[in-house]
Every structure is written in structure tokens, then in C-alpha cells.
């Protein structure tokens, strides 16, 4: 939240009661402070912006929520991920608490699931589902814009509905379920790495019908799946899954989604050393 003075009196977009509403980010103030004290000479973060590479040279806001709103978004989420994600190549503190827990089985590709219950507590467990749940829920609530581009991410109204109402008043997300993974690299140029909010895939058919949504902040993944026919097997990958609560380590550039907002990153930086691209992009003004 940018500490200005509040709007006039609008509609709040969580609460929808009428009230003063503060400038709210896209991307979380505390995320781009990170990027700042560890990813570029000129302090501006690296984003995945409508499939290409930028640096974050201000901030993505729009007036969006009302005071209480931003608190209540910070409290019950924000706080906790901006203490988890990344730091710095040393310092990640969510793969440090979650590791230390017994896994429960290795999966592919150099998988591994945790159980997130054990390892975090329910407090944490919470924070980390309200976090990934509100960013796509502020992704698409309403227009966004960077550099005269729209960065808004798509999704139905009723699925916004279906989010508003879990992050107001935690009604359950009946046709919705979020997996979160850690990355396994560490001391990578893959740690720095934000992209926003973005729908990523579509499944229609006569048995399953849902939409994916991803977004990856300094190290941890948020992937929601949203729709009218989730199949069990997504279901057993959500956070909120009885009684472990999985949390997934992957290497990150195993991943599609992350590989090719890297892939993005060295066409950008004409160059096929990850390192020296991103080194490339955090001199560039």
C-alpha cells in the first residue's frame, strides 16, 4: 500500500462498502523493497510483464480498497510471505522450515512433497493460502496498467466473487484450491524472479472443467485452480488438502511457467548464461 492521502469517498472492492480508498499495489510493496536491496543497481526489481522481461521502474497501483481492507490483506497474508519468500541466496525461510519436516513422498523431476502442517502450523498455513488467494483475486478485480499496457489477469466474475467472499468473511472455496511449491535451486538467478499474476491454462470437457492461474514471487510458487470440475487428482495437491496440507519443493526450472519467463529473460539479455543475463538486465536503466 502507498502511504498517500486517500481518494474520495468510492466503493470498496472487497468490503463494497463506500469508503476512502487508499493506492493499492499489483505487486506488493514489500516484494518490490526485496528486489530493491538485492536485484539491480537501479533499484528497480525484475518482472515478467505480458511475456516480456522489464525492470519495475514504479510501482503498479490503482485505487482499489479502503484502509481497513489493505490491513485486513497485509495481516492475514502479506506479512507472513514477505518473512518466508527469499531474502537473499543464504536466507529463504520457508524451504529452511520446511525441509526439516519428514516428506511424504518424492514425486518426478526431483520432487518432494512436505507436510505443511507439521512443519509451519496452522497459523502459517492459513496466511500462505490467504496470500496466493488474494493476489489473484486483486489481479483480476480490476483493471491494471503498466506503461500504457494492460496487465490485468483475466478471470469469470463469478470466480472473483468466489475469492472476494473467502478473503472477506472465509467462506469456503468449495470450487477452488491453491498448490503452492517452493523452488529446490538455491544461490540462482531463478530466487530473484517475480511474475505476476497470469492464466495459464483452460481445461473444458464433459468431465473436467477448471481454470489455472499462476504467479511466482522470489522462490515460491502460487498456483490457484478454479472451476466447476476439479479433478481429485489437483485436489490431493492443494495446500488446504486434509490432514498434511502439502507443500511441494520443484526444481523451478523444470516448471513451464517459470522456464519460460527464463526463456523471456535470455532473449532479452542475448545471452545463454541465466547469470549474466540477469547481471545484464539489473545494470540496464
Not at 35 to 42: E, K, M
Not at 95 to 124: F, M
Not at 167 to 186: D, F, H, K, Q, R
Amino acid at each position: 500500500m502507498v502511504h498517500r492521502e486517500p481518494s474520495e469517498l468510492s466503493i470498496c472492492e472487497l468490503c463494497l462498502q463506500r469508503r476512502p480508498l487508499c493506492e493499492s499495489h499489483l505487486i506488493p510493496a514489500g516484494l518490490i523493497r526485496l528486489a530493491r536491496g538485492t536485484s539491480s543497481r537501479n533499484g528497480s526489481p525484475i518482472v515478467g510483464i505480458r511475456g516480456r522481461a522489464r525492470h519495475l521502474a514504479r510501482p503498479i497501483v490503482r485505487y482499489l480498497l479502503c484502509e481497513d481492507c489493505e490491513q485486513r490483506l497485509s495481516r492475514n497474508g502479506e506479512n507472513c510471505v514477505m518473512a518466508y519468500c527469499s531474502h537473499s541466496a543464504t536466507q529463504f525461510s520457508l524451504r529452511e522450515r520446511i525441509v526439516t519436516a519428514k516428506p511424504l513422498k518424492a514425486q518426478g523431476s526431483g520432487g518432494t512433497s512436505y507436510p505443511g502442517l507439521l512443519a509451519l502450523g496452522r497459523e502459517d498455513i492459513d496466511a500462505l493460502t490467504y496470500f496466493g488467494i488474494s493476489m489473484f483475486w486483486r489481479a483480476a478485480v480490476a483493471p491494471w496498467r503498466y506503461l500504457g499496457r494492460d496487465v490485468t489477469c483475466r478471470m469469470p466474475p463469478r470466480f472473483q466473487e468466489w475469492l472476494r467472499l473467502n478473503l472477506l468473511n472465509s467462506t469456503p472455496l468449495n470450487g477452488a484450491g491453491l498448490i503452492v511449491t517452493i523452488a529446490a535451486e538455491s544461490r540462482h538467478a531463478v530466487m530473484d524472479l517475480v511474475v505476476r499474476p497470469v492464466c495459464t491454462g483452460e481445461v473444458s470437457s464433459q468431465k473436467e472443467e477448471y481454470l489455472i492461474y499462476e504467479f511466482y514471487a522470489r522462490g515460491i510458487h502460487f498456483k490457484l485452480v478454479i472451476g466447476d470440475l476439479i479433478p481429485q487428482r489437483l485436489k490431493a495437491w492443494f495446500i488446504t488438502e486434509s490432514p498434511h496440507h502439502p507443500i511441494h519443493q520443484y526444481p523451478m526450472m523444470n516448471d513451464s511457467f517459470i522456464r519460460n519467463a527464463i526463456g523471456t529473460l535470455r532473449m532479452w539479455g542475448r545471452t545463454r548464461s541465466l547469470e549474466a543475463t540477469v547481471r545484464h538486465l539489473r545494470a540496464c536503466p
